[in-house]
């Protein structure tokens, strides 16, 4: 898509319908936008808001936010001030779940969530807004939790005046929204561990914890958590007995790699699961298997969990699994996108989803 030409807009340096007075001469004048500092502590914010009355007594302080000269601005037609722009674009970005956090401070608004979900951006969409040059939006990374009321974007125009008609191109490219929250539902887990070594008392199951601690930082919690020894049959039985149990998404763990004895792959075909796919582009949990099972009320997804998961913190479920709750379908294409960012860095102190893993 072509880029349209930035006539018509007025720069931070100054342009046609803009007018600079020195300080000194702007006593009793009212200011175009609002001027920024640099606090003691190291902090930014408005020393003046747009439209302040200069007064004598402000010449000292303007002078230590390095103003020399001052814009009186003059807006013809065609133009729009940068609030009045901000405000346009952050209309035209927030989709469903997103809505502006206030009036405009500094030439920028925010949007925000309005419910607590999952941040959905349409980055096609949103590249091509910022490729017009002269209007902008940063976001939080897509697929990020967020809470009600928490920022997830921020918008302005870069010139202090800009043409409405590159507003109304950049309102055009971000039509139905860029950015949304979608709602996800409370976990309900059912969880069968499998392995003989489990079944049999030899080995302590540590799954079932792990996985009610999840579940419980979601709102929600576990169904149920059967342990079945290494045999489709009886790994099937216990997953069945799960999804009657109300579960909205069943997990097997354990089972998923090579040995003769992983038989979760074999439960999924006996269940008839739909659109199972084996392996992911993530390091830790490669060896994941998601797939749909037939219920009553449409499907319940299936997890196949490998074993990495009591070894790492955040592994391919933890990627995962808000998505499912929020109704989004993954399949190949969606793990092999886990692909770019999908290696964990390992940190000594886990500090995951803050962290680049899985963005």
Do not use: W
């Amino acid at each position: 898509m072509g880029e349209p030409s930035g006539a018509g807009t007025v720069g931070r340096g100054g342009a046609a319908g803009a007018r600079t007075v020195a300080v000194d001469e702007a006593v009793g004048l009212a200011l175009a936008h609002d001027l920024t500092e640099i606090r003691p502590d190291g902090g930014k914010g408005a020393a003046f808001r747009r439209g302040h009355i200069v007064r004598e007594a402000d010449l000292p302080r303007l002078r230590r936010c390095g103003k020399e000269h001052v814009f009186i601005l003059e807006i013809g037609a065609g133009q729009l001030h940068e609030d009045e722009a901000a405000v346009r674009l952050a209309a035209a970005l927030c989709g469903d779940g997103v809505a502006a956090a206030g009036a405009p401070r500094e030439g920028r608004v925010d949007l925000a969530a309005t419910r607590d979900g999952l941040l959905q951006v349409d980055r096609a969409a949103l590249l091509d807004f910022n490729l017009l040059g002269e209007v902008m939006c940063a976001s939080l990374h897509t697929n990020t939790l967020v809470r009600r009321g928490q920022r997830v974007a921020g918008t302005r125009a870069i010139p202090l005046v800009i043409g409405e008609s590159l507003v109304a191109e950049a309102v055009r490219r971000a039509a139905g929204g860029v950015l949304s929250v979608r709602e996800i539902a409370p976990p309900r887990i059912g969880v069968v561990v499998t392995g003989s070594e489990v079944s049999r008392g030899l080995v302590v199951d540590r799954f079932g914890p792990l996985l009610e601690r999840k579940a419980a930082a979601l709102g929600g919690g576990i169904v149920g958590v059967h342990i079945a020894p290494d045999d489709e049959a009886a790994i099937a039985a216990r997953l069945r007995e799960l999804l009657a149990s109300g579960a909205n998404l069943l997990v097997a763990t354990g089972g998923m790699s090579v040995d003769p004895d992983d038989r979760t792959r074999f439960a999924a075909d006996l269940l008839g699961a739909r659109d199972v796919v084996y392996g992911a582009a993530v390091l830790p949990g490669s060896m994941c298997l998601v797939g749909y099972l037939p219920a009553p009320e449409g499907e319940v997804p299936l997890v196949g969990l490998p074993a990495c998961a009591l070894a790492h913190e955040a592994t391919v479920f933890d990627l995962i699994l808000p998505r499912l709750l929020a109704g989004e379908r993954i399949g190949r294409r969606e793990l092999a996108e886990f692909g770019h960012g999908g290696l964990c860095l390992r940190c000594e102190a886990c500090r995951h989803p803050i962290c680049p893993f899985g963005k």
